[in-house]
């Protein structure tokens, strides 16, 4: 029997867009793709880290020890538990909202109200680059130990207006200059080609398949 080293992949996030477009990416990969709704649900971890990259580890490890560890040794050893973070950082904001994107403004805030504030507090800085970019880091545990760590980012700019009405969060205000338009008016296809999550995930993807051909025991 073929000992597949990553028989499943836990994908932990409770965000239906990020897994909309992550399962997107992660079509041709040899693992069977659970996610949390498919487990018994456990409360959100507290994301407290300083950077994507500790929130990131911090969520792969808590879904992992609270969904994974349970299982027997053997079945423990063949899932995988990946975890994202990701959020928009706007240089002349030195970088904000950053890990707090999901919380700008206030955790209940709408996204048309954290988008207008990050208008407002441009146009009181009119002489600034309107740059920005969306980060996404991706953390992967097995058997309690980080395994594969990596991050994908997309460089655009913050539009004076919102436009489009597909994608999710700030993607109505990110526009992406080759395109000519603001993530929100792409179609799903476009926005996976270039996206921080896109290049994240198909990285990962590569992964698993090294891994597959490199571990699999005949
Ligand atoms: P978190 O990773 O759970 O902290 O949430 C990330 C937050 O960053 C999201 O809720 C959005 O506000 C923002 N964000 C991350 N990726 C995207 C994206 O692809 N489009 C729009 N907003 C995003």
């Not at 965000?15 to 041709?28: Q, T």
């Not at 999710?168 to 179609?187: A, H, N, Q, R």
Request: charged share 30%.
């Amino acid at each position: 029997m073929p000992n597949n080293p990553c028989e499943r992949l836990l994908v932990a996030t409770t965000n239906a867009d990020k897994l909309r477009e992550i399962r997107g990416v992660l079509l041709d990969i040899p693992c069977a793709l659970v996610t949390l709704q498919d487990l018994a649900p456990v409360p959100e971890p507290e994301e407290t880290g300083l950077t994507f990259g500790e929130n990131a580890r911090l969520k792969a490890t808590y879904y992992a020890s609270r969904l994974v560890d349970p299982l027997g040794e053997a079945e423990r050893a063949r899932v995988l538990t990946v975890a994202e973070d990701s959020g928009i950082a706007v240089d002349a904001l030195h970088g904000e909202p950053g890990v707090r994107s999901a919380r700008f403004v206030r955790p209940d805030a709408t996204y048309p109200e954290r988008m207008a504030e990050l208008s407002r507090r441009l146009a009181a800085l009119p002489d600034k680059p309107r740059t920005a970019r969306y980060i996404c880091a991706v953390t992967v545990i097995r058997d309690g130990k980080v395994v594969y760590e990596t991050t994908g980012a997309v460089e655009g700019e913050i539009a004076t207006e919102p436009r489009g009405t597909g994608g999710f969060g700030y993607d109505p205000i990110f526009y992406y200059p080759p395109y000519k338009k603001t993530l929100s008016e792409v179609s799903q296809e476009d926005k996976r080609l270039v996206s921080h999550r896109g290049h994240a995930f198909r990285r990962l993807a590569e992964w698993l398949r090294w891994l597959h051909a490199h571990e699999t025991k005949k």
